[in-house]
């Protein structure tokens, strides 16, 4: 298995209301949305909001609960975390954890989405962020 | 906030033995990777395998269970999705969905991580696969 993902698909109670928080935060949908999932071009892959019972379906799973996995966005400012969390909470996160200096030299914070998905948002004091938004360990 | 994820971090109950199932996959640990950590470079975004106590205790959030989020990677070709559910399998996972042809054209199976997450093998009909495995929609 090539060492990638494609797609990340959050599980949500209400397709449309989880559409237009991301809208809320500025991202646009893809051409390929309709009521039943929303896409989101995000670099090198996507990111999908599927219904949850849709989801269950798909994979067998009975009853997930949020928390499992994080998504994490990494800001290229130690004050970028601080308010990125004030504007997520604005659009109607949860503030799950306020900017917080790591041990490790970062600042991190966390916040949930209107269906629980918890989402970090991410400062590194190595320059691992590229112009273009992606990731890339040095 | 940019449209775009740096990271998914997916809580596993033993670092070590969840970082020994992808690479039994052919997955490449980074060198930032340590007892606690595991860090694997994704095309532009990084995957994490952290314990779930550490995550849990980072987020606030208490006893998630798998399956409110999806990673799904794609595959050039049809035949790929079976090919890859057999070779998860064969490396320690559990199968959750054979490849089944879905009503909208592609391909799809899914498979259980040893830790409970859930992975989608997927072919898409549209050629939405970059050479570099990028999946940018058209």
Redesign the interface.
């Known amino acids: 298995?090539?060492?990638?993902?494609?797609?990340?698909?959050?599980?949500v109670a209400d397709v449309a209301a989880a559409r237009a928080f991301y809208e809320r935060?500025?991202?646009?949908a893809?051409?390929?949305s309709n009521p039943q999932i929303a896409?989101?071009?995000?670099?090198?892959?996507?990111?999908a909001l599927y219904g949850?019972a849709a989801?269950?379906a798909?994979?067998?799973?009975?009853?997930?609960?949020?928390?499992?996995?994080?998504?994490?966005?990494?800001?290229p400012t130690r004050d970028g975390v601080a308010a990125?969390l004030e504007?997520?909470v604005a659009a109607g996160a949860t503030l799950?954890?306020p900017a917080t200096d790591m041990p490790w030299g970062g600042t991190?914070g966390?916040f949930?989405d209107p269906?629980?998905?918890?989402w970090?948002?991410?400062w590194l004091p190595e320059p691992a962020?590229a112009v273009?938004?992606?990731?890339?360990?040095p």
């Open positions: 298995m090539d060492q990638r993902v494609s797609l990340v698909t959050l599980a935060l500025g991202w646009v893809h051409a390929w896409f989101f071009q995000t670099g090198c892959m996507v990111v949850a989801l269950a798909d994979t067998g799973m009975e009853a997930p609960r949020p928390g499992g996995i994080t998504l994490a966005i990494n800001v990125g504007e997520v799950l954890k991190t966390y949930a269906d629980g998905h918890p970090e948002i991410s962020l273009d938004g992606s990731l890339i360990l």
